[in-house]
Structure formats: structure tokens, C-alpha cells
């Protein structure tokens, strides 16, 4: 099983009330020497360490790093859609490709204009795309959050299904999926509407799907004292996998794949925690990417909206706000690079 990391690279982040800009604007040469050194040379030697085994597994060409990357559709159409970061495909190159997250904000609900959006992407950016995820935290009722939007359940179906036909059509290999929010209650109902929109408007969406994101931010909004926080991440994935997924009718051998996940600094957290929690989630979910069938892992984000704030939104970055590494940088470094221990 080949298992891919990647991470949104901008700077602007959601919030309470909305989208919230960096302080300092972003930067692709900066943040492209970021990236380049995150996961190195996927055709050379990812470690430089010419005492090491040219045998070993670890020398072998990673898999494609990738760069997430948000669409919102808000109709008309070409009103107004930008990417999130602006201009994505600046940030390619060095083996990496997009993982686009096309965002739902229609309240008027104008599917077919939402399912040409759907297709319409997939025909501009499908050819260095290698994720495609159709709606944002559609279970999640905030604001600049799909779930906010009426009618999301049916758009992420329909929309995944006309997303995996134009890929096929058009002779690409993307796998589309979509993401949520943990479940911590008893109630599954947006899981069990999935289904029942499948089975009665979208029958294909079952075979169309090629994986499913979670996004989770332990010990950021809920605190986890440190001695638990594996037992925690492994609680919630685990549940997710073995209690959440089968309510939508989704099976074990669909994919999990980590689509966001962070630790913010400010206010009293320090950059040393913000390092150790990076670290145990990421040994966990590796140590679960065989039994959980998680495929992949991207951490948001590259940078902080605002390294002097206070606020959990603010600090999420590797990276400071003027782009100076916090110590969570090198620790996903070595984890890009097949160094985690």
C-alpha cells in the first residue's frame, strides 16, 4: 500500500466568522523551497547519508507529494471562484501534484450548475491532479463550511459520481473521494443520508468513490493531556473506520486518507508541543495505515495566518508567518522522507 503525504501550502485560514488572510502575503518561491525540502528529490536520494543501505526500501522513489488546494463553486459560475492558494499550479513540480478540494457554497442549489462546475474542473485540472475531493466538511455546520450549505449531502453524491465519469472519459487517473468532520455522538444521520441519496438517486456513487478524507485537529479544540493523545487519535480513526463509514454503505476496502490535520501555536502553545503532537499523531496513524487502510496523510498548513496571534486559527503553519521553520517542520520532513521513528 503506498502511502502519500502532502499539506496546504497557504496562508489564509478558516475561522469562526470566515476566510482570515496571512498578515504577510504568500510567497511560491518561498513556499516552493519549503516543499522541495519537505520531500526532497523523488528521484535522488531522499536522505544524504552516504554511510546508508542503497538497498534499503527507504532509497526507493517516494510517491508524488501533494499540494491541497481549495475551488469553491459559488454560481454564476466564473463569478468569482479563485483557488486557495491563488495559482496552485505555480506551486507543482519536484514529483508533486494537486489535491483539489472543490467547495460547495450554493445556497440556491443549483445542482446542474454545480455538477458542470464539478465536470468543468476535472477537464482543467485533472492532468496534475491527483486527488480530487468533492465538497469541504460537508458534515460540519460552520460558517465557509459545506455543511452549512442546503443541499450539500446530494451535491457531494452526485457530484463524486459525475467527478469519477469525467476522469474516466477523459482518460485520467484521479481518484475521487470526499472528507468529514469526526462523529463523537451517536448520531449518524448524514452518514445514513448518503446512502439513501446512492441508493436512490446516484447508484454509482459506491463504485465512483476512491477514498474518504477525515479532518481532525486532536488536542486543538477539545485538549488531550499528553499521555493520552495516541489512545485518542487511535480511538477516533479507528471509529471512523469500524463504526462511521459503514452507516454510508462505505466498505474496508475504500481508503482513509488524512486530508487535514494540524497543531496551532500561540497564546500559551508552544512550538516544542506543537512538535510532539505532530509527531505521535503521525507514528500513530501510520501504525494504524495497514489495519485502517489509511492511505495518506496532509498537514494543514505550510504556514501561520499570524505568528503574534493569539488565536487557535491563526498558528497551524510549520512555518512562522515571515516563513522561518518551527521545530514541527523538521519533524514532518522526516516523516516525508521515510525518517519517522
Keep these: 500500500m503506498t502511502f502519500t503525504f502532502g499539506i496546504y501550502p497557504g496562508g489564509a485560514v478558516g475561522g469562526d466568522e470566515g476566510v482570515v488572510e496571512p498578515v504577510r502575503p504568500d510567497d511560491a518561491a518561498l513556499i516552493r523551497q519549503a516543499l522541495d525540502d ?15 543501505d542503497p538497498s534499503s526500501e527507504l532509497h526507493e522513489d517516494p510517491p508524488a507529494f501533494l499540494v491541497r488546494s481549495y475551488l469553491p463553486f459559488r454560481p454564476p459560475a466564473g463569478s468569482g471562484e479563485r483557488p486557495v492558494p491563488a495559482e496552485p499550479e505555480n506551486l ?6 494537486l489535491e483539489l478540494v472543490l467547495g460547495y457554497r450554493d445556497p440556491d442549489g443549483d445542482l446542474e450548475g454545480w455538477l458542470a462546475f464539478v465536470r468543468a474542473a476535472v477537464t482543467a485540472h485533472g492532468d496534475r491532479t491527483a486527488l480530487l475531493q468533492i465538497c469541504e466538511e460537508p458534515n460540519a455546520d460552520l460558517p465557509c ?76 479544540f477539545r485538549p488531550i493531556p499528553p499521555a493520552d493523545l495516541a489512545r485518542a487519535v487511535t480511538a477516533v480513526l479507528t471509529d471512523f473506520r469500524e463504526r462511521v463509514l459503514p452507516a454510508a454503505g462505505i466498505g474496508a476496502d475504500v481508503p482513509i486518507r488524512i486530508a487535514e490535520n494540524g497543531w496551532s501555536t500561540g497564546g500559551g502553545r508552544s512550538e516544542q508541543r506543537q512538535a510532539e503532537v505532530v509527531q505521535t499523531v503521525l ?24 505568528s503574534a496571534s493569539s488565536s487557535l486559527y491563526y498558528g497551524f503553519g510549520l512555518l512562522r508567518d515571515d516563513y522561518t521553520r518551527k521545530p514541527a517542520f523538521a519533524v514532518y520532513r522526516r516523516a516525508c522522507r521515510r525518517q519517522l521513528v
Design 145 to 220: 463550511l459545506d455543511g452549512r450549505t442546503p443541499g450539500a449531502r446530494r451535491a457531494l453524491v452526485h457530484g463524486v459520481v459525475a467527478a469519477a465519469e469525467q476522469a474516466r472519459d477523459l482518460g485520467l487517473d484521479l481518484a475521487v473521494g470526499f472528507n468529514a468532520v469526526p462523529t463523537f455522538d451517536a448520531d449518524l444521520g448524514f452518514w445514513q443520508d448518503l446512502a439513501a441519496i446512492a441508493a436512490a438517486e446516484a447508484p454509482g456513487f459506491h463504485a465512483a468513490l476512491g477514498y474518504v478524507g477525515f479532518d481532525f485537529f486532536p488536542d486543538v
Design 283 to 306: 507514528t500513530t496513524v501510520l501504525g494504524l495505515s495497514e489495519p485502517l487502510a489509511i492511505t495518506g496523510y496532509s498537514h494543514f498548513c505550510l504556514r501561520d495566518a499570524d
Design 92 to 97: 507543482l513540480g519536484n514529483g508533486r501534484k
Design 38 to 52: 519537505l520531500h526532497g528529490d523523488p528521484h535522488g536520494d531522499l536522505h544524504g547519508d552516504p554511510g546508508s
